[in-house]
């Protein structure tokens, strides 16, 4: 009928409210949404229908006693209880059915209660504002709102909604409980893997660690056995002043020799021998350079030495402190001390190298230490090369300069010794001849008697008278005998003479034989007491002569 009021209720896809129509005249009227409030128990009110003839009583969800008992909870997963957030067991809202959503106030899932089809009868304010009673009883008797299929469908459609809203909030939760548990096993395998990598890390620390550990361990061992090499080596090179030194003494001394021994009576040896002292000289010259340059070279492969094993004291510090860091987060587990958020630091990246450039590095440095070891170990072989080529070509030119002093004093001593004797026999002629030149002398001495007893004749005779003085035979023989006498005295006196120039001669010659035995004594002296008794042992250590 045109007048009478048709109601009819359709949700709006806008609002939550309903449109009132009658005849061609839709009025919206807002239709508060759904909803709980915050901190509300399972007894809480809700904001129903409007209040019908100006009543004040308020309109309740209906009673679910019976059904409590049926939700019981499922949320049985023993979680920790930073994550647990079970329905039940919330600290802050115990034994409740709901919880806390979003209400999106756009649409409405249910009614508080059925809307009358005639735009007259519905409500054109807020459920919870009092509103003009304009349903009296008997208007209501009059004009029924709904029929009984109305009311069996509006039950089955709570029925459904209930159905729904509860096998979706089912789902929620075992989905939430199965999430809880696969994000914990998730969680946990993840953080067992972390441990396990972090283990596998630390071995690997370790093994490099050990080795670079072992690496330096070598290479003090071969700084060690270099710096003794070396000491050894520069020993040796002080030492060679002492074999130049004895052998230029040997020199200065042989310059000392007097007259005779001056001169090289034997060239061709006294030329080796002279040759061998100069060659010697030469030789240790030689021998110093050689050390000198290989102490050189021992220092500068001192310093790669160094260098390579501060490398690895650096390397082996640095692997030790990561491998305390990364066994403090190996033992770090979800109750520990210390533990803290550091928000942001995930997408800060402190790393400088991978795996790949880590294991070279370490690599690196022990190839780097190794080839600076076998270099060492060269440069040490090439020292005691040195050292025997050195020593032995010393040794050798020693004693050959040894064995020709020794045969030059052996010589000198056979001169000696021939001098000596020519000098004892030069000695002994002399004695003879001075006897001699006493028998001459007394020989003529001896004359003397017979020729003034000649002479005492002849002038005695002379005294005879007259015919007395006759040349007889006695006056022949007197005077023979004068001049026989005479003749005797003068060739005894020539042998004199010559006795005594022969005399001097041997004296002369005593004079010539004990100074050059005095030459040779004092070469002797010089060859064999100071240059050999400066020579009796090699000036250098055992230890270098032996290797």
Same mark, same amino acid.
């Given at each position: ?72 909870? /499922?949320?049985?997963?023993?979680? #920790? ?9 919330? #600290? ?34 807020? $459920? ?26 509006? !039950? ?13 909030? &089912? ?14 096993? %998730? ?14 890390? *630390? ?14 361990? /070598?290479?003090?061992?071969? *700084? ?20 130049? @030194? ?29 040759? @061998? ?12 350079? %050689? ?9 500068? =492969? ?12 650096? $390397? ?13 987060? @190996? ?10 958020? @550091? ?21 690196? !440095? *022990? =190839? ?28 050798? &030119? ?5 064995? /020709?002093?020794?045969?030059?004093? =052996? ?38 008697? #017979? ?16 015919? &007395? ?15 026989? *006498? ?28 004990? =100074? ?10 010089? $060859? ?20």
């Amino acid at each position: 009928m045109p007048g009478d009021l048709l109601t009819a209720s359709f949700p709006c896809d806008a609002c939550r409210c309903a449109k009132i129509y009658s005849g061609n005249e839709a009025v919206p009227i807002f239709r508060p949404p759904k909803m709980e409030y915050l901190g509300h128990t399972q007894t809480a009110t809700y904001m129903t229908g409007p209040r019908l003839g100006g009543s004040n009583t308020q309109t309740f969800l209906p009673s679910i006693s019976t059904m409590q008992a049926s939700y019981k909870a /499922n949320d049985t997963y023993p979680a #920790p209880s930073p994550l647990r957030r079970s329905l039940t067991t919330l #600290p802050w809202r115990p034994s409740t059915y709901y919880q806390t959503a979003r209400v999106n106030p756009s649409s409405a899932l249910v009614r508080s209660m059925p809307e009358p089809f005639s735009a007259r009868n519905q409500l054109s304010e807020l $459920d919870n504002v009092k509103v003009p009673s304009v349903f009296a009883a008997a208007r209501n008797a009059m004009y029924t709102r709904f029929s009984p299929n109305d009311w069996a469908n509006s !039950n089955q459609s709570n029925y459904l909604v209930s159905d729904k809203t509860r096998s979706a909030a &089912e789902r929620l939760r075992f989905d939430t409980v199965r999430l809880c548990r696969e994000t914990d096993d %998730k969680t946990k395998r993840t953080q067992s893997d972390v441990g396990k990598r972090l283990g596998e890390r *630390i071995g690997d620390i370790s093994f490099w660690k050990t080795e670079v550990n072992h690496e330096t361990d /070598n290479m003090m061992t071969e *700084i060690g056995a270099l710096n003794e090499a070396k000491r050894i080596l520069e020993k040796a090179l002080q030492e060679t002043e002492n074999p130049l @030194h004895i052998s230029q003494e040997c020199l200065y001394h042989r310059e000392k020799r007097q007259g005779i021994d001056l001169v090289h009576d034997n060239p061709e040896k006294e030329l080796i021998r002279v040759r @061998h002292l100069f060659i010697y000289i030469d030789i240790i010259k030689r021998c110093q350079d %050689k050390m000198r340059n290989t102490v050189e070279r021992a220092n500068v =492969q001192l310093g790669l030495n160094r260098a390579a094993q501060h490398e690895l004291e650096k $390397d082996e510090g640095d692997k030790f402190n990561a491998l305390n860091l990364d066994n403090s987060c @190996h033992q770090m587990r979800n109750n520990s001390r210390g533990l803290s958020f @550091h928000n942001g630091i995930a997408r800060v990246d402190h790393t400088v190298s991978v795996p790949e450039s880590w294991a070279k590095f370490s690599n690196d !440095n *022990i =190839q780097r230490s190794q080839s600076e070891r076998a270099a060492s170990r060269q440069m040490r072989n090439e020292i005691e090369s040195v050292l025997n080529s050195c020593a032995n070509e010393m040794w050798q &030119e020693w004693n050959n300069v040894n064995v /020709n002093l020794t045969k030059r004093c =052996q010589e000198s001593t056979d001169a000696r010794n021939r001098l000596q004797t020519h000098l004892s026999k030069v000695l002994q002629e002399i004695f003879d001849m001075e006897k001699n030149i006493e028998l001459i002398k007394k020989a003529i001495q001896d004359k003397e008697q #017979p020729m003034q007893v000649a002479h005492s004749r002849l002038e005695t005779r002379t005294h005879r008278p007259n015919v &007395e003085l006759c040349r007889d035979p006695v006056q022949h023989r007197l005077v023979s005998e004068v001049q026989e *006498i005479t003749e005797t005295v003068e060739s005894l006196q020539m042998k004199l003479r010559m006795a005594e120039n022969a005399l001097q001669e041997l004296l002369r010659t005593k004079a010539a034989l004990e =100074q050059d035995l005095a030459i040779k004594n004092n070469s002797i002296f010089i $060859d064999r007491e100071k240059c050999l008794g400066m020579r009796k042992t090699f000036p250098m250590s055992p230890r270098i002569v032996s290797v």
